[in-house]
């Protein structure tokens, strides 16, 4: 069964730090993958998603992720943090079937000291 | 654009009222999703509506009944619900349901009383 572990519940990091947030996934063929970012009662925006092709992806705000498909990890990262970042972020796997059912894992809260 | 609309933002009821909540999508999109998510709690996925029919209900109680009137239009109708239905109701659009990005709206924080 396909499913998402995102290793780090939380994370600390100072303003203007590099991020490296962490996802592994477990899928049996090509997978579709998600990082979506939620602010404090907010829905989920679209950071960047990988389908094929080169598996660095460059997304919104600054955020790129890598896909590695020996270690089945797609990370995201962030050269440098800003306060305004501080959300809980989520990674997610399309799931198999043609049903567009999304696998997210548990997220991981991100905060930013000053 | 790729926005996905949600009404209202907030709503609270008894466990005898009868609510809708309303989600609008303008993207032409033909997949629209149902997700309830609780605190500190990834979205979980309710039902996935493909071109206007129902194609996934996740054992969702029947006390929500989702409706899709037409393309751009999704409904969820609450019913008796139960205090622990209290939560952040999710609205998300897809161009098909296959492998697509799914764009979500601001959610309705429902609180049951």
């Known amino acids: 069964a396909q499913s998402v572990t995102q290793p780090d519940i939380h994370i600390t990091v100072s303003e203007g730090a590099s991020l490296e947030l962490r996802c592994n996934y477990s899928y049996g063929a090509t997978p579709y993958l998600f990082w979506y970012v939620q602010s404090p009662g907010q829905g989920l925006q679209l950071l960047l998603k990988?389908?094929?092709?080169?598996?660095l992806v460059q997304g919104i705000k600054g955020f790129e992720a890598e896909f590695k498909r020996s270690q089945s990890s797609f990370n995201l990262r962030k050269p440098s943090v800003h306060w305004s970042d501080a959300a809980e972020y989520f990674c997610a796997v399309g799931g198999s079937s043609n049903t567009g059912k999304l696998i997210f894992g548990q997220g991981t809260t991100l905060q930013v000291k000053p | 654009d790729t926005e996905v609309t949600q009404t209202p933002k907030h709503l609270v009821m008894g466990m005898t009222n009868k609510k809708s909540l309303k989600c609008e999508q303008h993207m032409g999109h033909r997949a629209m999703y149902w997700y309830k998510q609780k605190a500190k709690k990834p979205p979980e996925l309710m039902f996935v509506y493909s071109y206007e029919k129902l194609s996934i209900n996740e054992s969702v109680p029947s006390r929500f009944s989702p409706e899709c009137p037409n393309s751009s239009l999704l409904n969820l109708h609450l019913h008796a619900l139960q205090p622990e239905d209290s939560a952040l109701y999710l609205c998300?659009?897809?161009?098909?349901?296959?492998?697509?990005?799914?764009?979500f709206g601001p959610g309705t924080r429902l609180l049951v009383l």
């Open positions: 998300a659009s897809s161009q098909l349901t296959l492998q697509e990005t799914q764009y």
């Open positions: 990988y389908f094929s092709g080169d598996t």
